[in-house]
Each structure stands twice: as C-alpha cells, then as structure tokens.
C-alpha cells in the first residue's frame, strides 16, 4: 500500500497516544479493574456497587458484608494474580468498603 508524504497509520498514532504517561495510566487502571471483574466472576460481579483505581489502589464498594470479610482475607492472592495477568506491578493495595 501506497502512503501518501506526512500520512501517519493508524497503529503509529495509538502507539504515540498511549506511551503519554496520564493516558497510560489511565489505560493500566482500565486494565485493572477488567482482570479484578474476571477474577471476581458474574457471580460475585453483582454484589459490586461501585469500583474504581486511584495511585495503585483498587477501591471495591461491596454490597454484602459476607462478601466482604470473605475478600479481605483473599486480597493478597487477587493482587498478585491481577498484576500478574497484566504483567507489570499495577496494583499495590485493595481496599474494600
């Protein structure tokens, strides 16, 4: 394929916009709420009210107290298993409200 002078593709311009270091952080929070969904499973999913990832932290809004006392003894074994999923160090500490 035939590109005309000064004409960028598309892989070259996402590689650009995420190697800028708010946007890549944003995009690794992302990542890491997505693998927490995948280890939490639909089950579980449901009784999530709210989630969110600030400065390394996970903070996971829980709808059932059970549910919640059953996940802080499970927080170590989900933080290693999501940064390890991902690959990098991302995620530091969960904290469960």
């Known amino acids: 394929m035939k590109r ?4 960028k593709s598309l892989e070259e311009i996402l590689k650009k916009l995420t190697n800028k ?29 709210n989630k969110y990832f600030q400065n390394g932290i996970i903070y996971i809004h829980l709808t059932s107290s ?6 802080s003894y499970q927080k170590e074994g989900m933080i290693e298993s999501i940064n390890k999923n991902i690959g990098k160090k991302i995620v530091k500490e969960i904290i469960l409200k």
């Open 4 to 7: 005309r002078k000064g004409i």
């Open 66 to 71: 059970v549910l919640r006392s059953e996940l």
């Open 21 to 49: 270091p708010k946007l890549k952080k944003k995009l690794d929070g992302v990542e890491a709420l997505d693998q927490l969904d995948t280890i939490l499973g639909s089950n579980l999913r449901k009784y999530v009210s």
